[in-house]
């Protein structure tokens, strides 16, 4: 589940409304305020280290602020528990950052090294524990050597715990708000409010990669948590009749398949249109309720083959026959691959014809 988790939230945040709307919504400042789309652009994450060994970084932007670049480097993490040394790795991915920054001469005024903003991205269930700096991982140094230490911080943005409001038409305020919800009421606002901000937007991809991740997502949670158990016994029909849910994925299910006049008209085209039809919906209930795993699988794998048609759709490719085979008969990990190399920009001719020479 990390790595389809993972795969999604980097197809998200490669959309630079959303990234523009995680700083406004833990940042403050009126610099990070006042960021317009015109000022993120994506750049390599894959560095090479002294020792020839390649790191890659999960994401990084580059931000034009006040006639300055700041690099932000995001790393998504969703793991079910906190990473001890999140700090040193940080300081180990800045400072790659800044080797390559160096090497290929893209230096601030002065022949300066731009800032950084570090972020960690994280989903997991417990709270995080780990120290947010160097310093909090090592001893105390002996009397005149305070200064010298290492002193990497990051910005931790913990999705599960963090107090944000969606009030302010902020897409990953609203995202978060939905994945705390467990009431219709909440749920419905919330989806509602998010289909009107995204067709405001105007931004297809964003809304499909928004809509995917969604459709998996609850696919994924729904069949682990409501299969039919080994004896074969239905899922009861009471959980979807509770008021409150154990999970939004839960609730949003409801809503979609039960209570779908609770959305406006054009959610309701929006989130069942895009991988959450009808026929689709009721096919996860029918495979809740028989417990077929297969059935699961297969509607993750045609999710994932609509969004990437529609990725190449996007990009006035034309799909030869032989694509269209080989996204035909290709498994859900390596469909998840082509998505994930996609948004990393890689052309779709050296992606199918890569895939081609890996048989």
Request: charged residues 30%; proline residues 4%; negative net charge.
């Amino acid at each position: 589940m990390r790595a389809d988790h993972d795969t999604g939230y980097k197809q998200l945040f490669s959309h630079p409304e959303m990234m523009r709307d995680l700083l406004r919504a833990f940042m403050p400042q009126p610099w990070a305020q006042a960021l317009e789309l015109a000022a993120f652009e994506r750049v390599n994450a894959s560095y090479v280290g002294g020792a020839g060994v390649q790191r890659h970084d999960d994401m990084v932007w580059r931000l034009q602020v006040g006639g300055e670049c700041v690099y932000v480097y995001l790393l998504l993490e969703f793991q079910s528990y906190d990473d001890r040394w999140m700090a040193l790795r940080m300081q180990v991915y800045v400072g790659l950052l800044y080797q390559d920054l160096v090497k290929q001469g893209k230096l601030g005024r002065r022949g300066k090294l731009p800032p950084v903003l570090p972020v960690v991205l994280y989903a997991g269930g417990r709270p995080w524990r780990a120290s947010r700096s160097v310093s909090g991982l090592a001893l105390v140094p002996p009397e005149g050597l305070e200064l010298l230490q290492p002193e990497q911080q990051y910005l931790l943005i913990d999705q599960n715990r963090s107090a944000v409001s969606a009030s302010g038409r902020n897409l990953v305020a609203a995202l978060f708000g939905l994945q705390h919800s467990r009431s219709r009421q909440a749920c419905s606002h919330l989806v509602n409010l998010l289909t009107e901000w995204l067709m405001e937007e105007r931004n297809q991809l964003l809304r499909d990669s928004l809509s995917s991740w969604i459709s998996r997502t609850m696919q994924h949670k729904l069949g682990r948590t409501h299969g039919a158990d080994r004896k074969g016994k239905a899922m009861k029909a009471e959980v979807l009749e509770d008021k409150e849910f154990d999970s939004w994925e839960e609730c949003l299910y409801d809503l979609l398949v039960n209570h779908k006049e609770l959305l406006r008209e054009d959610a309701r085209k929006l989130w069942i249109s895009k991988g959450l039809e009808e026929g689709r919906a009721e096919g996860i209930k029918s495979g809740l309720e028989e417990g077929r795993e297969q059935g699961r699988e297969e509607g993750r794998k045609q999710a994932a083959r609509d969004l990437l048609r529609r990725l190449l759709a996007r990009r006035a490719v034309e799909v030869p026959p032989e694509w269209v085979r080989r996204i035909g008969e290709a498994d859900e990990a390596e469909l998840e691959r082509w998505l994930e190399q996609l948004y990393d920009g890689v052309p779709p001719s050296e992606l199918f014809s890569a895939s081609t020479s890996d048989d």
